[in-house]
């Protein structure tokens, strides 16, 4: 049941209580390491790259706290959302929160969820791409979900597994993906390194 390696577990470079909640679903075990990346977009740099330059980001970031030491396995992940080849990024305010929701309202857009995985001394990373469309959302549903505090610290200003889920009509792709750790990659990465976990 549990992965086979070494250290018997894996790091997380993520704080994200949601990334560790989808970890906890493949009965990984794993610690938690607490790193930090510039996350800023590049000029003239695509979202597809963007995403899966910042997961690859933090598992570098982690590998400098740790050291390269092969026997380690670190996982690190990041989302955007994009709409009209715009990233949105998290919501810093009311305003901010507000316009992301009436941007995203009877619409559909982009979720780029890329999880990269250090082990052995080589960086793997995969792409999920998913479609999420909303209904119309009103003014005042848009207010009474910024005043939930559910937006803050959220890419496009919206929690799938929270109460935004009231908002999607449709999800083509996948839904861990939205919410941050898509792991049908996982998984495929976790295997293609030769770590077991069923």
């Known amino acids: 049941m549990a992965i086979a390696l070494d250290n018997e577990f894996i790091y997380l470079a993520s704080q994200s209580p ?4 989808l970890l906890r679903q493949l009965r990984v075990q794993f610690r938690i390491i607490r790193v930090q990346v510039d996350e ?46 715009r990233i949105l990024g998290k919501p810093v305010d009311r305003s901010e929160g507000l316009a992301m929701l009436a941007l995203l309202s009877g619409r559909s857009h982009q979720v780029l969820s890329a999880v990269s995985l250090w082990h052995a001394g ?13 209904r119309v959302i009103s003014v005042e549903e848009g207010e009474h979900y910024w005043q939930t505090g559910e937006p803050l610290g959220k890419a496009g200003g919206y929690a799938i597994q929270g109460r935004a889920a009231l908002f999607v009509e449709r999800l083509e792709g996948s839904y861990s993906g939205v919410m941050g750790l898509p792991l049908f990659e996982t998984g495929a990465l976790l295997y293609a390194a030769g770590l077991r976990i069923l």
């Open 40 to 85: 800023s977009v590049r000029p003239g740099e695509a979202p597809a790259d963007c995403v899966q330059r910042l997961a690859n980001d933090k598992a570098h970031a982690a590998l400098g706290i740790l050291g390269d030491d092969r026997r380690l396995a670190i996982l690190a992940a990041d989302t955007l959302v994009v709409v009209d080849d």
């Open 18 to 21: 949601r990334r560790s909640e």
């Open 122 to 134: 080589r960086m793997q990373c995969a792409l999920s791409v998913s479609m999420v469309t909303f």
